[in-house]
Structures are given as structure tokens and as C-alpha cells.
């Protein structure tokens, strides 16, 4: 065969397998685009759930109720797909998933939801693989430990101070247990997961900075306690665990520039964690995308091509192999989805 035509082939079988839009447009998206386990996106548009992949926007039937009460993307029963928890008429409902593109019709838990309003904080407090809730309400912490298919309610006596300062979900220790981390005080504190509730608050003595900024929880150095990733004082910084509490916070000397569209990317492989993020250094008015490697702080890398300024959406990080974007490439003013498969080449439409 032609040579030619192979690189052709190749070029174009490269480009299919990790750049794809799907048609025809992307409404509704502002309403809340809801990352899923499997890879797709849910989102709630003409008063259904629609759930987007890589190839379709599929009608799930099921109405959105409940789409504006911060719906909770968790996985209720532990098989791996991602169901949803939706307050709505005084009760939390599951909506649980029957495949990667379906989901059975809400049932209520008969749980009311107070304090839904109050950042509810998805976690797996005892570690069976069922994700648990944790809920600021009536000045406590209160936890819905999943049953499977409902959820035992946990009452702690622990004041739910630091619940509107960007409360982390990570694991200190390592014990695979998640542990809460507050900002409160001027420092941060952490509350240790007994399995079914918290040990008190342990203060770490380390300064809470960066708690408003972007603040992502990720383990840096590889030892399976989870670390800080934070920006403030115009650079990135990383706090690590130390499996009780936190080492002094170490600068990496890079900027945080595009701190706000910063998107934390944990690949599969052994290179750890990155962030990205979008600027336009190269000041021709097209953002290009930038990654650093936390492990291996050096520099940040350019990682994309560049796309128009005036319309880059967000970046959603759907799971560790793929990331999606709503962008109007074609300056139709009918934006798209893209999706992309993170690998060490990334490419952009
Ligand atoms: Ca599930
Ligand atoms: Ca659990
Ligand atoms: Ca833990
Ligand atoms: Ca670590």
C-alpha cells in the first residue's frame, strides 16, 4: 500500500481515538454537567436527564427534578457506576444506575435532606466501597452511611464549623477511611474517620492559606496519604501528610496563573498527579493548556494546541482517562461537547 495513504490513515485514526464532538449542541449544559464514573457526562436539559458520551446525547425519560438542589454524583451500591442522590420534596431520593447510559426512576431514602444547601461532601467514611454523605446541618456534621440500596443516619456531636470554607474529603492516614480536613481558625484541622464517625478535630499548626482559592487534595510523593495541592501568594503549594498530621507547606516556585480554571488530573500510570490549567502566554488571544507535575515539580509543560479565547467553556475532568469540554470551535454560537482521552500526547480540536 501507498505510504502515504498509511500516514494518512494513522494521522486520522489518532486524531478519532482522542479528540470527538458530539452533536448537535451542547444546551443545558450550564445547568450542571455531572461527571460519571463510566466516563460520561450527566446533565439535566428539557426537563430530562440527558446523559452525554463520546458518541450520543441519550434521553434518559427520567425528569430532572431536583436538578438545581446540588444533585450528589456518588456510587450508592458499590458496583462501579455512578448513581445519583437528589433532594427534593423534603426527602433525599436515589436514582440509582442500571448500566453507563441509564438509570432507574428516583425512590425516596425517607431521609430528609436538610442541610443539602450546605455543600453536602460525598465520601467512603468507612471504606467498603459504598460512598457515604456527609452533611452540614443543625450546626453538626451528620453522615448517611450507604446500606447499598438506603443509608443509616449518623448524628456526631462535632460542630460543622469550616463546612462553607471548602471542607476537603481525603485520606490522611491512609487507612482507607475518608478523613475531612477544615479550614477554620487560621489553620487547617483534620478530622479523622473512626469508620463511622470522627475522632475530634486534630489542629495541624499549618496555616490554613488557599483554602478560597483553588484547592485540590491528591497524593503528591506516592505514600497513599492523601497531600494539599493549593494556590495562594501566587504560586502553587503543596502540603503533605504525614499520616497524623501535615508537614510544613513547601512552595513548587511556579505560578498559579489560571488558578481558576485549574483542574486537578490524576493519571493512571506512575507519573502522578498534575494540574492544568489555561493561559494565553503566547498573547495571541487563543488559551493553550498547561500541566504541572507535582511529583516532579519543575516547570509547567504546554500541553495543547491553543483555542479561541472568547469561548473556552471550562475544563471537566470526567475520570483519570478522560477529560471534556463545551467549546464553540466553529463560532456557530452553537457550542459542542468534546471529550478527550488524557495520555501523554494530548491533542485539541
Ligand atoms: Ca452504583
Ligand atoms: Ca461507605
Ligand atoms: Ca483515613
Ligand atoms: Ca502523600
Known amino acids: 500500500m501507498n505510504r502515504t495513504l498509511i500516514s494518512l490513515g494513522l494521522i486520522l485514526l489518532s486524531t478519532l481515538s482522542s479528540v470527538s464532538a458530539i452533536g448537535p449542541s451542547a444546551a443545558g449544559w450550564k445547568n450542571g454537567a455531572y461527571p460519571l464514573k463510566s466516563g460520561n457526562i450527566l446533565i439535566p436539559v428539557s426537563k430530562n436527564w440527558r446523559i452525554i458520551t463520546r458518541n ?52 425516596s431514602t425517607g431521609i430528609y435532606n436538610g442541610g443539602w444547601e450546605n455543600s453536602p461532601l460525598v465520601l467512603d467514611i468507612n471504606g467498603d466501597g459504598k460512598d457515604d454523605l456527609l452533611v452540614a446541618t443543625n450546626r453538626k456534621w451528620q453522615i448517611m452511611i450507604s446500606k447499598g440500596n438506603g443509608f443509616d443516619v449518623v448524628k456526631t456531636d462535632l460542630s460543622n464549623v469550616g463546612w462553607n470554607y471548602n471542607p476537603l474529603i481525603m485520606d490522611v492516614n491512609g487507612d482507607g477511611r475518608s478523613d475531612v480536613v477544615l479550614a477554620y481558625g487560621r489553620t487547617w484541622n483534620i478530622l479523622f474517620s473512626t469508620g463511622r464517625g470522627f475522632e475530634e478535630p486534630v489542629n495541624t499548626g499549618v496555616a490554613n492559606h488557599g483554602w478560597n482559592y483553588k484547592t485540590f487534595s491528591t497524593d503528591v510523593n506516592g505514600d497513599r496519604k492523601d497531600d ?122
Not at 61 to 86: A, C, E, F, R
Not at 304 to 309: A, E, F, I, T
Open 228 to 349: 494539599i495541592v493549593t494556590a495562594f501568594g501566587g504560586k502553587w503549594h503543596v502540603i503533605e501528610s504525614n499520616g497524623r498530621g501535615f508537614d510544613p507547606i513547601e512552595s513548587t516556585g511556579v505560578s498559579n496563573e489560571g488558578w481558576s480554571t485549574a483542574q486537578l488530573i490524576e493519571h493512571s500510570d506512575f507519573s502522578g498527579p498534575e494540574i492544568c490549567w489555561l493561559a494565553d502566554k503566547r498573547m495571541n488571544d487563543r488559551m493553550e493548556r498547561y500541566c504541572l507535575s507535582l511529583k516532579n515539580s519543575s516547570t509547567p509543560r504546554y500541553v495543547s494546541s491553543s483555542h479561541p479565547r472568547n469561548n473556552h467553556g471550562s475544563i471537566i475532568v470526567v475520570n483519570k482517562t478522560t477529560i471534556a469540554q463545551v467549546e464553540d470551535t466553529d463560532g456557530s454560537a452553537h457550542p459542542y461537547w468534546y471529550f478527550e482521552k488524557i495520555n501523554r500526547g494530548w491533542t485539541w480540536p
Open 56 to 107: 450520543e446525547h441519550i434521553d434518559t425519560g427520567i425528569p430532572n427534578t431536583g436538578w438545581n438542589y446540588k444533585p450528589q454524583i456518588m456510587d450508592i451500591n458499590g458496583d462501579g457506576l455512578s448513581d445519583v442522590l437528589l433532594a427534593y420534596g423534603h426527602k433525599w431520593h436515589m436514582m440509582l444506575a442500571t448500566s453507563e447510559t441509564s438509570f432507574a426512576s428516583p425512590v
